[in-house]
């Protein structure tokens, strides 16, 4: 059977030129793809590997960069953060055309929509969360110039380099007129924080961006999908983390996802269980539920304009602006707690 974007005999060349030591036939399957980058499953008769490499179409490099992933990734061994050990970086693309990463396979268990969590006891689904949170915590201890990653991103005005880039999007993808969404930015940058504090940021954390120990799902094996990571502020992460958990993010997920479960923690829950693990003041905190908000209503927005311009997007994709304007609103609720 085809794999778009693979080719089983180059991913073989390139791994013995990495001095890997393959026993028996390399066989491929395709984990996952859609909206993000496309994963694989290589295995020979011993070993498993994730190989991982950009879509075949529609290329948006700052959201698919496989030199960040193989990155941080590689900055993060050792430390408390769990993440697969990185194998191979083929950044020129000698083997399959693209960059490519390979990592060693991590087993266990991936809990993405409401079925995948069913199968948890409410016990199991609350200490999981906590778990996360945890190592939420715990990548944000890291001390990334020691990780060598000191050059990984530009913390000094990240925050609001971000009001500027997700305005910016919303110019390019806006399906219609929300008068919120001009509203929302001009409160945002209005209230910028003057001062925030710097960490590895993952960018996009939650249930399904990790993989839980089969057996015992509070364990937390692995941090997955870092291709959108950098330095910046912690409080991004974790505000973006908490505005996941709302019941209209399924409509941009275009799923019933275990994130938004009624059954986790609720997000101000999550977020005092941070600043506990995390030592962190939650600061201006209302601030980044409202960039949180305005972020994600963009990012559903985009989907909608890339279904509606004849991209691939996904199961539900052009449903997902619906959820726009909630979280134009949200966010203006918030924001204006920041004012008031």
């Known amino acids: 059977m085809s794999l778009p974007g693979m080719d089983v005999g180059a991913l073989r060349t390139f791994l013995v030129e990495e001095g890997i030591d393959l026993r028996g036939e390399l066989r491929v399957e395709l984990v996952s793809g ?5 994963t694989f499953k290589a295995y020979d008769d011993e070993n498993t590997w994730i190989v991982r490499r950009p879509p075949v179409s529609g290329l948006t490099p700052s959201a698919h960069d ?16 769990p993440v697969a050990r990185t194998v191979a970086f083929d950044e020129q693309g000698r083997a399959l055309g693209a960059p490519m990463t390979v990592v060693e396979f991590v087993d266990g268990r991936v809990v993405r929509d409401a079925a995948d969590l069913s199968v948890l006891t409410d016990t199991q689904v609350r200490a999981s969360a906590h778990a996360l949170v945890g190592v939420l915590a715990d990548l944000h201890a890291v001390d990334y110039q020691a990780a060598g990653l000191g050059t990984f991103g530009r913390p000094e005005g990240f925050v609001a380099r971000q009001v500027k880039l997700w305005a910016g999007q919303w110019e390019r993808v806006k399906t219609r007129e929300l008068p919120d969404v001009a509203a929302l930015h001009a409160a945002l940058a209005e209230s910028v924080p003057r001062s925030a504090a710097a960490s590895i940021v993952h960018g996009d954390f939650r249930i399904d961006n990790t993989i839980l120990d089969a057996a015992d799902p509070t364990v937390v094996r692995a941090v997955v999908d870092w291709e ?9 992460d974790v505000a973006l983390m908490c505005v996941y958990r709302s019941p209209v993010f399924d409509l941009v997920l275009g799923m019933d996802a275990a994130w938004t479960s009624a059954r986790l923690p609720s997000a101000d ?9 995390s030592g962190r003041d939650l600061g201006e905190w209302n601030f980044y539920l409202a960039l949180a908000n305005f972020k994600l209503g963009v990012i559903g927005e985009g989907i909608t304009h890339r279904a509606r311009q004849g991209s691939s997007a996904g ?13 134009m609103a949200a966010g203006l609720r ?6 008031s």
């Open 34 to 38: 859609g909206r993000s980058n496309l």
């Open 66 to 81: 496989m030199a960040r992933e193989y990155t941080v990734a590689r900055g993060l061994q050792g430390t408390a953060v």
């Open 228 to 236: 959108l990571s950098t330095l910046g502020d912690p409080l991004t």
């Open 269 to 277: 829950e999550l977020a005092q269980a941070y600043a506990t693990a």
């Open 315 to 327: 199961s539900g994709a052009e449903h997902a602006a619906e959820a726009t304007p909630e979280f």
């Open 334 to 339: 918030a924001i204006s707690e920041v004012a």
